[in-house]
Each structure stands twice: as structure tokens, then as C-alpha cells.
């Protein structure tokens, strides 16, 4: 082999060894290189760690910060939630204390009121009892007054009406002039109640006479009876007794029959004797 080609050969062994060399290099060059990008990648996350750490602190302080802010909040809003409860209170108790004092006003007025009227009461019992006492000691004095000044025996019968029963028989003008002495009137019937209580009190004397009534026709027109007051007694009426009568040529005069089955008034000539019943115009009499 020449000189020139083994200087050829050694020249083309030493440029692949060269190559080689150069891959190797780039080879490792690029395993730094990503060993670097992978350090930058963990450096980063390291530092994003501490970013996160940095931010929760500061999160941390901020809570921190806003939880003392709202404990003094809480604590401002817990002494104005007082102070509103005592201004509320005050304003309670004092239209509390203004009702209460109109109801004390209230309960005086009521107490005058009910005492007024408790006076009232005791006022009113007391005329009561006094106009009581004086009627019945003026009905006493009445009473005494007509014994005394008619001498006669006065009975109430269940009608509330006064009447004196005479067992002395006289004529009706005598009767009726007998009973106006005595302050009273011939007894005058208005109803058939007064009819039978007046017959059956008659009848319970055991009188033998009939009864002399107010009701007549003297000075007047045959046939037209009037009471002692001038109220007129029909002929239709039902306290009549159902007889036959023709017309009368004298006055008659009506009396109330004690005998008989019934008790009807009826006609009579008033020139017969027969009792007298009078009746006052004072109840109590």
C-alpha cells in the first residue's frame, strides 16, 4: 500500500470517529437539554407551589382580616341590636305607663260612676219605701177616716172594687141619697164578672131583699137606663135577665136579684123597699 492511500484511509477512519463523536455530543447535549426543560417544568410546579402557598396565606390573612372585621361588625351589631331593644322598651313602657294611667283614670270615673249610681239606687229604694210607707198610712188614715166618718162595714172584693152591702131596706131614691151621704154611689155593673161576684157575695150574706143598683130610667125616656155616670145600660145587653116584659107606664129602676139559679139584673118600680149596695170610688177604702 502507498503512502497516499494509508494517509487516505487513516484520514477517512478519524472523519467517521469524528461523527461518531459529534452524535454523542448532540446526543447528549439534547439529554441535557431535556434534563433542563424537565428542571424548568419542576422548578415551575415548585414555583406554583409556592405561588399557592403565597395566595393561601394571603387568603389566610384576608380571612383572618375579614373575621376580626366581621367579629367587630357582629359585636357593633349586637350593642345597636341593644341599644334598639332599650330605645323599643323605653317606647313600650312608656305608652304602657300612659295607659295605665288612663286606666286609673278609668277606674276613678267608674267609681264615681258606680258609686253615683249606687247612690241613685239607695235614693230611689228610699222614696220607694217612702211613698210605700205613705200610702199605706194614708190608705190607713183613708180607711180610718171612712169608719170613722161613715160608720159602715166596707168590703174589697176580688173585682178590686169597695163596696157596703145595707141590709136596711128603703126605696131607690132613699137608697141612692144613703150611699151619696156616705161619700159613694149605688153600685154600678159593668161586666158579668162584676155580676156574679156581687151576686155570689150577696147570696153568701143570706140577704132576703134584692139588691138596689144605680142604673135607672128616671127623668128620662121609659127604657133608657143609664148608670150613675150616665153611661147607658142596653136593653140588648147580656146582664138582663131573659124575660118577657111589656112597657112600663111608671120609671123603673134596676136592682140585682140575690135569689134564683143565676144573677141577672132586672127592672123594678122604684118605689120598692129593697137593700142598698153601694159602691166607693176608692179602692182602698
Not at 172 to 198: N, P
Not at 275 to 282: A, K, Q, R, T
Request: with cysteine; proline share 1%; net charge negative.
Amino acid at each position: 500500500m502507498s503512502e497516499v492511500e494509508g494517509l487516505n484511509k487513516t484520514f477517512g477512519e478519524t472523519t467517521e470517529e469524528c461523527k461518531m463523536l459529534r452524535n454523542e455530543c448532540q446526543e447528549s447535549i439534547n439529554n441535557h437539554h431535556q434534563v433542563l426543560q424537565a428542571m424548568q417544568s419542576r422548578l415551575e410546579k415548585l414555583e406554583g407551589v409556592t405561588n399557592e402557598d403565597d395566595k393561601i396565606a394571603t387568603l389566610e390573612t384576608k380571612v383572618n382580616s375579614f373575621s376580626q372585621v366581621l367579629g367587630l361588625e357582629s359585636k357593633q351589631c349586637r350593642v345597636d341590636f341593644q341599644e334598639s331593644m332599650k330605645r323599643v322598651e323605653k317606647k313600650i313602657n312608656t305608652r304602657l305607663d300612659v295607659v295605665q294611667t288612663k286606666l286609673e283614670h278609668l277606674e276613678a270615673e267608674n267609681d264615681i260612676v258606680e258609686q253615683y249610681h249606687l247612690n241613685q239606687v239607695e235614693i230611689h229604694s228610699k222614696m220607694i219605701e217612702a211613698y210605700n210607707k205613705g200610702r199605706k198610712a194614708k190608705r190607713g188614715a183613708q180607711k180610718s177616716e171612712c169608719a170613722r166618718n161613715n160608720g159602715l162595714m166596707l168590703t174589697v172584693l176580688e173585682n178590686g172594687k169597695t163596696y157596703h152591702f145595707s141590709n136596711i131596706a128603703r126605696d131607690w131614691s132613699d137608697a141612692k141619697e144613703f150611699c151619696e151621704s156616705h161619700e159613694m154611689h149605688l153600685a154600678s155593673i159593668r161586666t158579668e164578672q162584676d155580676l156574679q161576684v156581687l151576686g155570689a157575695t150577696a147570696r153568701g150574706m143570706d140577704l132576703d131583699r134584692n139588691l138596689w143598683l144605680s142604673a135607672s130610667d128616671v127623668g128620662r125616656a121609659l127604657g133608657d137606663f143609664q148608670w150613675h155616670d150616665g153611661q147607658v145600660l142596653p136593653r140588648e145587653s147580656e146582664l138582663w135577665e131573659k124575660v118577657a116584659q111589656g112597657p112600663n107606664s111608671f120609671s123603673s129602676c134596676v136592682a140585682l136579684p140575690v135569689k134564683g139559679i143565676s144573677f141577672k139584673l132586672s127592672g123594678h118600680n122604684c118605689k120598692d123597699k129593697k137593700y142598698v149596695l153601694c159602691e166607693s170610688p176608692v179602692t182602698y177604702c
